[in-house]
Every structure is written in C-alpha cells, then in structure tokens.
C-alpha cells in the first residue's frame, strides 16, 4: 500500500514529466487559459537565456536582474497577445530586447535610434557558409571583449546571433526588421568589431 | 554554470511568481489586446484615407490650375510651376505620410519587407489611387459647395485651391482682331482681358479654339497680357469658375462651362 504522500510526489513528478514533454506554445496556452501556475515552466526554461541575454547586451549596466524580472513579469501580462501558432521563443525574446532598449533610453549614455538607414535599401542575403560557422567560435570570443565598445543597434544583433544562436529569421522577428537588414547589421558589425578589437590589441 | 548563477536564477524564478501571484500583476485580457490592434488598424487606415484625400485633391488643384501645362511654356512656365506648387498640402501629406508608416511598420507584413519597398509601394499606390479619385467630381461638388458656403468644414481649403497668380491666368479665348493680333480673354474669376500674342509667344502646335478653356502666361499691364504662352486644356475640361476677392457670393454656384458663355 502507498501512503497519500508518497502518492503525491508521483503525482507532481508525473505532471513535471507531462510539462517537459509539453512544447513552450502549448504551455503558453494554458496560461493564456487562467492555468497561472505554469508560467513558472516557462519562466523556468527562458530565465537562463534571458539573463544571458542581458549580461551581454546590458553589459555596463547595473540593473540586469531587475531588467530580467521585467521581461517575465511583461511576458505574462501579455501572454493573451501571443499566437499560440507561432514560436513562442522570437515572442519573449523581442519582450526582451524592448525592455533592455528602455533600459538603455533611460539611462541616456547610449544612443537608440527609432529607424535606421539600412532598414531602407537591405539586399538579398546569402545563407551562412560552412567556413563563416567554423569562425564564429573566435569571433564570439572578440565579440565578448569588445561589447561596450559596440553601437546598440550592431551589439543586438551580434548578441543574438553568436550568444543565443538565433537564425537571421528569428533576430528578424525579435528586432521586427527585414531578414535582408539583419545580414548588413552583422557584416557590418563583424566589421567594427574587428577594429574595435585590433584597436584594443594595439593599446 | 557556477552554482552562484544558478542560485541567482533559481532566486529569480521565485521572485518572477511571487509578484506574479500578490495580485500587484494582472493579466491583460484578450479583448485588450484585439481593442488594441483594431485601433492600430483604424489608424492606419485613416492615415493612408487622408493622406490620400489630400493627394487627390492636390492632383485636383494640378487640374485645375492647368499647372501640367506650365512645362511646356519654357523657363518661365517652370519657374510659375515651382511657384505654384501646393507647398503646405505638400509638406501635409509628408507629415501624414510619415506618420503613416510609423504606423505600417506594426505589422508584419510591412517590418519584414526592406522599407523603400514600403515606402515606394504606398507612394505608387496613393499617386495612382489619388489621381484617380481626382477623376472623379467629388472635389469639384466639394469646391462648389465651399464657393456656396454650404461647407461646414475645409471652406478656405477649398476657396484658395483655384489660384490665378499675376502672370499665368485661366480662362476662356472669346474672339480674335487680326490687325491688333490680340485675343480678347476672359478669365475664370470675371475679369476681361487682352492678350497680345507676338513671334516669342509659346503656341501650341495646332490653331486655339474659342471658348475652349486656355493657360495663358504673362503679366497684365493696363489690362493687356503680353502672352508668353498659351496652352489649351485637355478636351472636356470643366472649368471651376473663380470667386473675385470680395464679389458676393452666389447661393448655388455652378462651373461655367464653354457652352455656357456661347448662349
């Protein structure tokens, strides 16, 4: 015979066994549904990619952790905003990168641009070669030395692509920019980040 | 990880839940959010409405003031074209047009494309949409009414949209002397004028007709009008009679048309 108690951690290891298999759309839906305990499934799966996210595009900030809080704490008060058809990843990361942008805009040391000229005339972007990904490891590497140094809009999305390995379609998503536009914004960041870094290796 | 981040993280969650379940947050509803996006909506679909009303209506004021026909008149018709350009309703329409796409790039469909894409494809659309509405007679019927005072709104709008300035007139060619060479004028506002026509006067390639609604360019001196050019409208032009400064105005106002005039 098994006792209630012993009964109720089967039944809770159970129901965390359900909500692993459950995909972040799915569990979304039931909070969209009233089910408010689960968000903390959610928020148990993003908060490490979201801190890691505002450790390196909030890097001289002090107000990270508060920032994070923020990102959830917005996330489920719009949950009902969210399409249960599309990926709720590109979703809370954009919730993400806005709420880092107000942090940048209130604190006024660095300058955020509502519209940016290479949002105009961004050209068809070939798909990454097998060579560039052999160099992505070394260049996250100067990446992380050279973040500060960074304008907001180029550290964006380098961040998303060398630290949360987001594809172009996805960062396009985040950032609400065309695919084409995310291609310039990298090659030129890659570019800056490459002066910025010899600069720092001749110093 | 350290075991420090994940303390910090696990500290986190907690924090997250906690504010989430002391009822400080709620939860926005569904019907928030569709109140929301139905108001984005109305606003772009009234932005891109006004925006194009003021394009037809500029399109109109082109019409109406033969100011397609200044180009070839030369240097000068350049320069009366550049003069006579509807600069406030121009910059207007930027103003709106920008909001405009401020407003567009909410939505997917317009964020994923490159904006000049955007941004040439709106201005195709409303030029194309806006001309075609200025086809129509709906700013003529308006211009009418603003004429008859029966306009409660956008009167001086429309009042000042037909504007003769000092050297380049519209009106109708009624007669012609053959030994002064001069045409006698008669222009939309009441006025009658003589228009001398010399070697240097631009004319078209074809004879002018009579009672047949005309750009005249060149200034008035004593009631003469030493023409630089001379260009007829396009066939079947309407021409919107002008208000004098000061004249009374007519209760029921009409354009007068070439037929008009004959009788």
């Not at chain 2, 909506?41 to 033969?66: D, E, K, P, Q």
């Not at chain 2, 007669?175 to 006025?191: C, L, N």
């Not at chain 2, 750009?215 to 066939?235: D, H, K, Q, Y």
Request: one cysteine or more.
């Amino acid at each position: 015979m098994t006792s209630p108690e012993c009964s109720n951690n089967r039944n809770g290891n159970l129901l965390a066994r359900r909500m692993t298999e459950q995909t972040d759309e799915e569990i979304a839906a039931k909070v969209q549904r009233g089910d408010t305990d689960i968000f903390g499934v959610l928020v148990g799966r993003y908060e490490s990619k979201i801190m890691r996210y505002a450790n390196k595009f909030l890097y001289a900030y002090q107000d990270r952790e508060d920032a994070v809080q923020e990102v959830f704490i917005k996330a489920y008060q719009n949950i009902q905003s969210f399409r249960t058809h599309d990926r709720f990843s590109p979703w809370i990361y954009r919730i993400a990168h806005n709420t880092f942008l107000n942090v940048v805009r209130k604190q006024s040391r660095e300058k955020v641009h509502l519209f940016s000229t290479d949002q105009l005339f961004a050209l068809q972007i070939k798909d990454q070669s097998v060579e560039e990904r052999h160099e992505q490891k070394q260049e996250r590497e100067i990446l992380d030395l050279c973040l500060d140094k960074l304008d907001v809009k180029y550290r964006e999305v380098l961040v998303l692509y060398y630290f949360e390995e987001k594809d172009y379609e996805e960062i396009a998503d985040i950032l609400q920019i065309p695919k084409a536009t995310v291609g310039v914004r990298l090659a030129r960041g890659r570019k800056r980040m490459k002066t910025i870094y010899q600069s720092i290796q001749t110093v | 990880m350290s075991d420090e981040t994940k303390k910090k993280i696990k500290d986190l969650s907690a924090k997250v839940l906690e504010t989430i379940k002391s009822d400080n947050v709620t939860m926005h509803s569904r019907y928030y959010f569709m109140a929301r996006s139905t108001l984005w909506t109305l606003g772009l679909i009234l932005a891109f409405s006004v925006t194009l009303y003021i394009v037809s209506f500029i399109a109109f004021v082109f019409r109406g003031n033969g100011l397609l026909l200044l180009p070839a008149l030369g240097g000068h018709g350049w320069f009366v074209l550049f003069m006579s350009l509807p600069w406030l309703l121009l910059v207007l329409v930027f103003g709106i047009f920008v909001v405009l796409q401020l407003l567009s790039m909410h939505f997917s469909f317009v964020y994923k494309r490159p904006l000049v894409h955007t941004i040439l494809g709106s201005i195709f659309l409303l030029v194309v949409s806006g001309v075609l509405l200025a086809q129509t007679t709906i700013h003529e019927r308006v211009y009418e009414m603003s004429v008859g005072r029966k306009l409660p709104f956008a009167g001086q709008f429309y009042a000042h949209a037909l504007l003769d300035r000092d050297d380049s007139h519209v009106g109708l060619l009624t007669t012609f002397d053959k030994e002064t060479a001069s045409y006698v004028f008669e222009r939309r506002d009441g006025g009658s004028f003589t228009v001398v026509v010399t070697e240097e006067t631009r004319l078209p390639p074809f004879a002018l007709e009579f009672n047949f609604p005309v750009l005249v360019l060149g200034e008035i001196e004593n009631g003469v009008i030493n023409a630089l050019g001379i260009r007829p409208f396009a066939p079947n032009t309407v021409l919107l009679r002008r208000e004098q400064p000061g004249e009374k105005r007519t209760p029921t106002p009409r354009p007068y048309r070439p037929t008009e005039l004959d009788n």
